[in-house]
């Protein structure tokens, strides 16, 4: 979608049905008028009160001028009800303001008021053209990019492991790298495991698809995939019903940093989703050992897409979800032509494609953010859209029908763009007046 951003502060408050209600009343409005213009100023006379001007299509012209003069009488006396279509519009247009006071760029990653984060996506160079990377290439290019990154993110899928032993001999393989590079690394993998049950002789084969966490001198944290793609993954892969983990990042002093500072360590709450999770809300994140750390700060999302145009338009999701959460977002897509980048507040100001930082996987793609310091549960609380969801949404349907503490403002908004409306169309017709008047034939 396009042209809609002006209207992107909405997102933390009313999410994507947000946006989508604006574009539909955009819609009306715009329908509305079009009607109007195209069948003259006559055809809302001889319609019913409230109601479309284009919807009797079968007046016919002769009615419509023989009550001409009868319904110049209704429209002075209705001149002064307010139109729906205009209290719309005006709306519309007041929704823009804030866009104008809203920041245009993202935070600046030097500041006293940011937290500098270094992220990376790993994508291994490939030895043998038409091969896939192995746990081996994964694990080398992390112990490059940890040396300048704080997190180093893996695509979706990047390891398989087809038994508990493998994948806990490789778990503690990352594991070391994270406690002697001292940095946090989210690893997308998918294990496989043969099924209990037997269905006509047949042993079916089951897996799941996840993300796990590590990070020096914690245990690992893993997320299992809630959205599988239909019929790809869902008729041999399980799904998760548990939330996402809600994760504490304690980022220690960097060297470069004067030693007089005493703000240091700082947590950086992480969150988790996996590709096709940012299809649709996110659910809200279950804080690990029951510790409150406010709204997430960095939402870290590996994916796996088949084609650019769909990676480009899961990173747009991606970017919108982690806007609805008030939050940034590291993207890692290991699909072909994969999009990786940093979206959501991060890439503020930027648009939902504005934070793309990659198409492709020929290497590794690394970038700093800036993270709000200080980050507190207290601040950082979840947004509206993160509390309530779809809920907001229907509240504001209501606010426009009039139901509600909101109803009297919004007739009185009314009332003020009718007036514009009505010195607009005596105009209008007046102008309309004087053409007619004036002979075909001299």
């Not at 993954?233 to 007089?260: M, W």
């Not at 084609?307 to 959460?325: D, L, N, T, V």
């Not at 607009?424 to 004087?434: F, I, P, S, V, W």
Request: charged fraction near 15%; hydrophobic fraction near 40%; aromatic fraction near 8%.
């Amino acid at each position: 979608m396009t042209g809609i951003e002006s209207y992107y502060w909405v997102l933390p408050i009313f999410g994507q049905p947000g946006l989508d209600y604006i574009t539909g009343l955009w819609a009306i409005v715009l329908a509305e008028y079009a009607g109007g213009w195209l069948m003259g100023a006559e055809a809302r006379r001889l319609v019913p009160d409230g109601a479309s001007p284009n919807i009797d299509l079968l007046t016919s012209i002769n009615h419509e001028t023989e009550a001409t003069d009868l319904d110049h009488q209704d429209d002075d006396r209705n001149i002064h009800r307010p139109n729906p279509t205009h209290f719309v519009l005006g709306l519309l247009l007041l929704g823009v303001v804030p866009s104008y006071f809203a920041s245009s760029l993202p935070p600046p990653t030097h500041s006293n008021t940011t937290t500098e984060l270094v992220v990376s996506c790993v994508h291994p160079a490939v030895k043998t053209p038409g091969t896939h990377p192995s746990f081996k290439d994964y694990l080398d290019e992390t112990k490059t990019q940890a040396s300048r990154a704080k997190i180093v993110l893996w695509p979706e899928g990047a390891a398989r492991f087809y038994s508990d032993e493998e994948k806990k001999m490789a778990f503690k393989n990352v594991s070391d790298v994270a406690n002697h590079q001292k940095a946090w690394i989210g690893v997308g993998y998918e294990q496989l495991f043969q099924d209990r049950h037997e269905y006509d002789g047949l042993q079916r084969v089951r897996g799941h698809n996840g993300l796990a966490i590590f990070g020096p001198g914690v245990q690992p944290v893993v997320y299992i995939k809630q959205k599988l793609v239909p019929l790809v993954e869902t008729f041999s892969y399980e799904h998760s019903i548990v939330p996402p983990p809600h994760y504490p990042l304690n980022l220690p002093k960097p060297g470069n940093h004067p030693k007089s500072e005493k703000d240091w360590p700082r947590t950086i709450p992480l969150s988790a989703a996996i590709c096709l999770d940012v299809s649709a809300p996110l659910a809200t994140p279950v804080p690990v050992n029951n510790t409150e750390l406010g709204r997430p700060a960095l939402i870290l999302a590996p994916a796996r897409t088949w084609h650019p145009e769909i990676g480009k338009a899961m990173f747009q999701y991606a970017s919108m979800r982690a806007s609805e959460q008030g939050s940034s977002i590291l993207w890692c897509d290991g699909g072909e032509g994969g999009v990786s980048g940093v979206g959501g507040l991060a890439a503020q100001g930027l648009g939902l494609a504005g934070g793309i930082g990659q198409v492709g996987t020929g290497g590794s793609w690394l970038q700093a953010i800036g993270i709000p310091f200080p980050y507190d549960a207290q601040d950082f609380t979840p947004t509206w859209y993160a509390r309530w969801g779809d809920l907001s949404v229907i509240i504001l349907g209501l606010a426009l029908l009039g139901v509600g503490p909101v109803a009297p403002a919004m007739g009185l908004m009314g009332r003020l763009v009718s007036g514009v409306h009505r010195r607009l169309r005596a105009t209008r017709r007046q102008e309309n007046g004087q053409r007619e008047t004036t002979p075909l034939l001299a």
